[in-house]
């Protein structure tokens, strides 16, 4: 654990680094280590999944796979239901399908390698490989789903759908991604828009290609 949490602040200090003074000066990017294999990220429609909600919930404390989420806490859920100022957010099947397609666009444009991506009526579950903080990659796919949702008129412009924030996971071993993609993917209950990336055993070449690309 204190290991991974080291690997985690040395990887923000990277990044940070690298937005200020360019990929050139960062000499520590020549260490692949500090440098993730993927983030596993997960974010809800807005008002869906609140904490402590019986049907379960994540906070930063209780976001891995595979462990035990929060416990119900109805006080705690009535609290946030008092400070919503819209109709909770749900998406069908049209929207779901949308919101897929603005994913894999925004990875393919920003140059990020989307590995599983599914989307559920009430959430979204990405895993996903970024030279950018993961804040950044959950921003722009909730900025790219919500403008397609908009061009298609399913909803009001000024629609809240989405969760201020979400769970932001560093995958730093092919364990942890396998892992990962298999929780996305299969154990999600029903499939509903479901994306997988076959070629993972590119990822760590691809990973190393692009950091080498980025220093020179």
């Given at each position: 654990?204190?290991e991974?949490?080291?690997?985690?602040?040395?990887?923000?200090?990277?990044?940070?680094?690298?937005?200020?003074?360019?990929?050139?000066?960062v000499?520590?990017?020549?260490?692949?280590?500090?440098?993730?294999?993927?983030?596993?990220?997960t974010?809800?429609?807005?008002?869906?999944?609140?904490?402590?909600?019986?049907?379960?919930?994540?906070?930063?404390?209780?976001?891995i796979?595979?462990?035990?989420?929060?416990?119900?806490?109805?006080?705690?859920?009535?609290?946030?239901q008092k400070?919503m100022?819209?109709?909770?957010?749900e998406m069908?099947?049209q929207r779901?399908?949308?919101?897929?397609?603005?994913?894999?666009e925004?990875?393919?444009?920003?140059?990020?390698?989307?590995?599983?991506?599914h989307v559920?009526?009430?959430?979204?579950h990405?895993?996903?490989?970024?030279?950018?903080?993961?804040?950044?990659?959950?921003?722009?796919?909730?900025?790219?789903?919500?403008?397609?949702?908009?061009?298609?008129?399913?909803?009001?412009?000024?629609?809240k759908?989405?969760?201020?924030?979400?769970?932001?996971?560093?995958?730093?071993?092919p364990?942890?991604?396998?892992?990962?993609?298999?929780?996305v993917?299969y154990?999600?209950?029903?499939?509903?828009?479901?994306?997988?990336?076959?070629e993972?055993?590119?990822?760590?070449?691809?990973?190393?290609?692009?950091?080498?690309?980025?220093?020179?």
């Amino acid at each position: 654990m204190r290991e991974r949490e080291n690997n985690d602040r040395r990887h923000r200090r990277l990044l940070t680094r690298a937005a200020r003074y360019g990929w050139r000066k960062v000499r520590r990017a020549e260490n692949l280590e500090a440098i993730p294999l993927a983030y596993l990220l997960t974010f809800s429609c807005y008002g869906t999944r609140l904490h402590g909600d019986k049907s379960g919930s994540v906070d930063h404390a209780h976001n891995i796979p595979g462990t035990p989420p929060l416990s119900p806490n109805m006080q705690r859920v009535q609290a946030e239901q008092k400070r919503m100022r819209e109709p909770a957010y749900e998406m069908d099947a049209q929207r779901r399908d949308i919101a897929l397609r603005a994913i894999q666009e925004v990875c393919g444009y920003r140059g990020w390698s989307l590995l599983a991506a599914h989307v559920r009526s009430n959430h979204v579950h990405v895993v996903v490989h970024a030279l950018v903080q993961p804040e950044c990659v959950m921003n722009d796919l909730k900025s790219y789903a919500s403008r397609r949702l908009n061009e298609c008129g399913l909803d009001t412009p000024l629609r809240k759908r989405w969760t201020r924030h979400g769970s932001t996971r560093y995958l730093w071993q092919p364990e942890q991604v396998e892992a990962a993609i298999r929780y996305v993917v299969y154990e999600q209950g029903k499939p509903m828009a479901v994306f997988e990336q076959k070629e993972r055993r590119l990822l760590e070449e691809n990973r190393a290609a692009t950091v080498r690309e980025r220093k020179h």
